[in-house]
């Protein structure tokens, strides 16, 4: 008797060698690049040591452009060829610029469909090629770092961007990353890979504290302020409100502290020379004040003038009191955006140098009415959580560990015999992901197969929403259970699922897009949700009953085709008479409800049948196997096997 050939579940299509994928902030004035290297994730150093790098390029007239810490320090000899905060012009146009006023010490000439280039001695470059320097000095690092002598090359990279970036914005980012020749696996927000640096993500996963989690983001870098609002659903971070200052952030700190030199070394600064020693002997009493209460400062002001006196952490505090007070009505603008009281925020996550301000902690704490969480490297947090994105978007994370982050709201399942909902891929699984199962046909010489993709929870097909239906043609004919049909379904991390099916020994294909959540309402796949849970008893026994029936008609199937070829061969009157009266007392049971009744007569007719089946395959094995039966089905039943 033909058994249906029944496979394992199929794991996922990628290969099991861990992948090497990276986390990159790339910032309006430091970028850095982490990855999770033995189950931690940490910023990944230069050659030198340094783990940030300055996001300035320098195009000399010879030579090829300069990145980092080198560039940065000769922006004062030569700042017309030397790029700073290329971020703020990412695909923006040359009028949206200008309507800022931002201050840009290098010319801007308005290039095609208004897209500004930059005049350098290297020639004009885009803001594109800027930020692909970037990028490109930090794939290398990574390369240097992570795949050694060896000749692997990075699996991808988790690029993270503000939240308000537009689509423009986010695009031009990935532009980037294609020139530098870094596949991107997700942009994600900057706030959100913060939250998930601290593990907010996973604190409130499997509880009814799972929704209405609301966690706010402050982060002050060197030109810009950034207060972000998100709230955690189900895994999946939504951003209720962005607010901030473009103008805002240390450089303003800094120029507080250098105006109080000059005011207290009377007679100012002599040229601009002079000027940016000022700055950087400020930036530097400023961050010292960090660690320390007071602070020696000496600057050399020009025309043979040197100033040289003490800033403690009280004078400094007040200094920057007004920028600070600057930063919280941006706070108070995106709470009431989101709709979100002040108390209901359960987490601050703090991020960008400046907040290792002691007083900007303090201030903000007050502000919430909590302590924030400061135990990440503030310069780096961006970067791990990008990293710890990037390792699981890599499919280097158990099933059991993984981020909730963009996941499949619903289960999505294939339609087996008995109007069964076999799920490939469980709701809540991470995107993108790859899944494959294989299933077999029903029938001897059956050719052809119905795929009916399904969504929910439900265990049977009419209880779940239906998707896409497709067929696999072509398929040689084979006794049932033998064709080998190897069924994927791919998730992209756009949403799209893809399903194809190959009969493996032939290779025959057969393929689908479908939108999986397309026209689903939060609200719908909540109902969904709830459903399978209400029916989760009778779903089990629905299930049961159906697979015995379903068994059921496949013994009886391949009984009656091989009495009909040769009983007169094998069998007497007497065996023939019991196996007749088994086989109707299955049938009788196959159409009760007793799911239990139908696999005992399955039992039985079996064991009535069995000297006669032995007989017979010792007799003609072969013949057996070659399949004698190729009828041909006008509608293809669906898939026939299922994983056990
Ligand atoms: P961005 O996100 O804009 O690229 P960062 O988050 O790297 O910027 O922040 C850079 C700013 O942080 C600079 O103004 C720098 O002076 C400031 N900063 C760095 N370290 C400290 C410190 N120890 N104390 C105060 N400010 C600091
Ligand atoms: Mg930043």
Redesign the pocket.
Known sequence: MALLQISEPGQSAAPHQRRIAVGI?L?????LVASVRSGVAEALPDADGEV?LP?VVRYPGDGDPVVGRAARDAAALDPGNTISSAKRLLGRSAAAIRADRAQLQYALVEGQSSVPRIVTAAGEVSPVEVSAEILRSLRERAEQTLCGGSNESLAGAVITVPAYFDDAQRQATKDAARLAGLPVLRLINEPTAAAIAYGLDRAAQGGEADDGGVIAVY??????FDISILRLTRGVFEVLATAGDTAL???D??RAVADWIAAQAAGGHADAHAERRLLDAA?AA??A???TAATAIEVDLGDGRHWSGELDRASFDELIEPLIRRSLAPCRRALRDAGVARDEVRAVVM????T??PRVRERVGEFFQQPVLTDID??RVVAIGAALQADVLAGNKPDSDVLLLDVIPLSLGLETMGGLAEKLIPRNTTIPVARAQEFTTYKDGQTAMALHVVQGERELVEDCRSLARFELRGIPPMVAGQARIRVTFQVDADGLLGVSAEETTSGVRASIDVLPSYGLSDGEIEQMLSASIDHAREDVDARRLREQQVEAGRVIEALDAALAEDAGDYLDAAERAAIEARRSELLAAREGDDHAAIKAAIGALERASDAYVARRMNASVARALAGHHLDEYAAPPPAGGKSE
């Open positions: 902030d910032g309006t004035t430091n970028s940030i996001s982060d002050l870098g060197g030109g810009t952030g240390g450089d700190i800094d930036r400023k961050e004040l960090s660690t991020v960008g140098g400046s290792r301000v503030p310069d």
